[in-house]
């Protein structure tokens, strides 16, 4: 392929990107989002970043180094930021769904509408969080550790801890991994990076987030440690689940080659949202890219079954039974835990059990 033909291909997708971007902007504009309850979320967020500062006290909580990269959307109408985030989202969710083969086209194209339609990512196009950030900046920073590009792997970290409870626990085997298989200077370089723009950014905004986080009362969420707390556990049995699953998980990942794999991505984040004290509803979005939409292509029935569990809900909302909508919480836990459960059995055979047993009879030979 000539340098022309790149060149004109690379305007065609840029083109059609702008054209698909604006097709989401206009239905914003023509839904009316900044009057009606679409963009719920967005709406807390364009508030609190209008104008290109970060102001807390109206339902923020999201640390001020993330929302850095989403001051410019402070300077658009609410209804551009809305279609952004929409796309953003469906994008996300696309290119969730990896075929291992081209002749894969129509497993991939059903895989891609089971994700798309999901009840999370309906109801997230509607909210307009920022969930998909999350996934994009795992993304990057596993981009950055695989390719030793330290800039790459800290503005994956920055990014992807705008919602850090679903990260904790792969910045822990980040960090692991960078001690012992990276040379110094790369990860001391991201380090630094990382270190910086959190440093500025709590000198600017700290105060108002410490004082949203510390005085803002948020909802038990659909963490197992929000759950336990809600059924008057007491808290130092919430503690020992909280280190039991996070020590099973993290010994598991250990245990495996020093590679994120995508099995050991979605174990990881999954465990974290458990064991975090808050874990957002939307955060099903986050457990579903990661975990049941790569296994609709590797293994299509037990993918399709995770998928199932997630439309379940949107029966609770056709009977309009306010019970239900009550212990839909506790149903969103109990999926993390299947997801966290089957990823975690999954990994631990195919890349701890399957790799000893091939390294055993290599030797052997």
Known sequence: MTQSNVRRDQLIFAASLALVIGLFIFLGVQLHVEDGPLAFDWKIIWHSIRNGSITYGNGLYNPPWALLFLLPLGFVPVQIGWGIFTFLTLATLV??????????????FVSILLVATAYPALRLYGDANVDALVILGIWLLVAGYN?????????????????PQA???????????????LVPKIWIRAAGIVMVVVLISLLAYGGGWFDAISVGTLPSGISLPGLLSELDVPQGLIVLVQLLIGGITLGVALKGPPVFSTLK?????????????YTNGHGMVIAMALVAAPFLLLRPFLGVMLILLLDFPIATFISNSQASQIKLGYYWTGVLIIYWIVALVVYYRNEILLLSGENRKSKKS
């Open 147 to 163: 390719r030793r590009i330290s800039w790459m792997m800290a503005l994956g970290v920055l990014i992807a801890t705008i919602k």
């Open 95 to 108: 290119m969730s769904v990896q075929s291992p083969s081209p002749q894969a086209f129509w497993k991939r």
């Open 167 to 181: 990260v904790t626990l792969l910045l822990i085997i980040l960090a692991v991994y960078c001690w012992q298989h």
């Open 265 to 277: 991505i979605g174990m990881l984040t999954v465990a974290s949202m458990i064991v975090s004290p």
